[in-house]
């Protein structure tokens, strides 16, 4: 059974302050990822991929189609669900892994990592240990651990947000290139991180410009241009 369904999705941005110019970016996407599977989405810059990802993630509404979350016994259509059942989708079962970390003033980088793990039911105690671990396989330095990730450098925050995005149990994982601004010893540990995901049957779909990275954790690339609306 599929984890994550894209179903004939199409969208179409418009811009209300233009004089309500549209711009149609994907029509009639359908694609679709199993428990333990890492698709990954491939075309040139502005093919719509990450317009794909924030849709699959209920960021963004689409004007057609479907996105079924297997959610336990259930399928969740976040197109179409309220937001309410999207959140709660977000907090068991579907993550997302942005490029960027939303740091929260004063919380300490440790505890941050350790939110998303308590969120999803873990102890104190055991949020904390998985924690330490993750920002240890992601070498991010213990000096840092206890400071709040406000002025941590662009990977050391990147890694932290791997982290929180790793920590908890999702079964659906979208990513959305985690390793852009990392060196190779840092693209090792995610592309690490990645197949432990796979081996415990998460389903992910991702972008990777990275090639070498995208070899080695894709077992498909989608085009995304072949689903282009432009024109
Ligand atoms: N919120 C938005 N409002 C209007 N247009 C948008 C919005 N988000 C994306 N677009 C447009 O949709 C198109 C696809 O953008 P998207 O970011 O999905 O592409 P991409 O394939 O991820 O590109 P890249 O590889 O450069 O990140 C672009 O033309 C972009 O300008």
């Known amino acids: 059974m599929e984890a994550l369904s894209i179903d004939r999705v199409g969208k179409t941005f418009t811009m209300h302050l233009q004089g309500g110019a549209r711009l149609p970016v994907v029509r009639d ?10 698709v990954v989405l491939g075309g040139p810059s502005g093919a719509g991929k990450s317009s794909l990802l924030k849709i699959a993630y209920g960021n963004y509404r689409c004007d057609d189609g479907h996105v079924w979350v297997q959610d336990g016994g259930e399928r969740v259509d976040v197109a179409r669900a309220e937001p309410r059942r999207v959140l709660r989708l977000r907090r068991t079962t579907l993550g997302y892994v942005s490029q960027f970390l939303r740091v929260i003033p004063r919380v300490s980088a440790l505890d941050l990592v350790a939110q998303a793990a308590v969120e999803q039911g873990a ?14 396989r992601l070498n991010v330095p213990r000096r840092l651990w206890s400071l709040p990730p406000a002025t941590f450098s662009g990977g050391e925050q990147q890694r932290v947000n791997i982290a929180r995005g790793f920590v908890a149990e999702h079964p659906v994982l979208l990513l959305d290139e985690p390793t852009a601004s990392l060196d190779a010893r840092n693209r090792a540990a995610v592309v690490e991180l990645i197949h432990d995901k796979k081996r415990r049957g998460v389903a992910i779909l991702g972008i990777f ?4 990275v995208r070899d080695r954790v894709a077992d498909r690339v989608v085009d995304v241009t072949r689903f282009s609306a432009a024109a």
């Open 209 to 212: 410009h990275d090639e070498d």
């Open 29 to 38: 996407v359908s694609l679709a990822v199993s428990p333990g599977e890492c």
């Open 123 to 136: 102890s104190s105690d055991e949020a904390t240990g998985r924690a330490a671990a993750l920002l240890e």
